[in-house]
Nanobody
Framework: QVQLAESGGASVQPGGSLKLSCEFSGYLYPTYCMGWFRQAPGKQREGVAVFDNDGHISYKDSVKGRFTVSQDNAKTTLYLQMNNLKPEDAGTYYC??????????????????????????WGKGTLVTISS
């Protein structure tokens, strides 16, 4: 059973930085993707930054150059470094994972596929607010 637990959400000013963490337990090998999604009030959940076990990373266009997804060497903790935060980055951030049984299909990478179609396992979320 895969379990995910996020932490690090906070209130920050526009232009500020924040690092989210996600503790992971369970088994996803051999092919998987993991990453971060967010949901703003009144909006659909969207993929922000996702990577796959081949090392491909897919970012939402609006966060490219500002957000970085990473994983510790033990592969038990997932991070999302967020810099130059903007009001539109506010929302509940979810850590998520998906076990992959096939290829990316029509998508360029498994990471892109996961970011756009969603995941199977979800954390409970951590809230990020952007306020001056």
């Amino acid at each position: 059973q895969v379990q995910l637990a996020e932490s690090g959400g906070a209130s920050v000013q526009p232009g500020g930085s924040l690092k989210l963490s996600c503790e992971f337990s369970g088994y996803l090998y051999p092919t998987y993707c993991m990453g971060w999604f967010r949901q703003a009030p009144g909006k659909q959940r969207e993929g922000v930054a996702v990577f796959d076990n081949d090392g491909h990373i897919s970012y939402k266009d609006s966060v490219k150059g500002r957000f970085t997804v990473s994983q510790d060497n033990a592969k038990t903790t997932l991070y999302l470094q967020m810099n130059n935060l903007k009001p539109e980055d506010a929302g509940t951030y979810y850590c998520a994972a998906r076990y992959i049984t096939g290829g990316p299909g029509a998508f360029p990478t498994v990471a892109t596929m996961c970011r756009l179609i969603g995941m199977d396992y979800w954390g409970k979320g951590t809230l990020v607010t952007i306020s001056s």
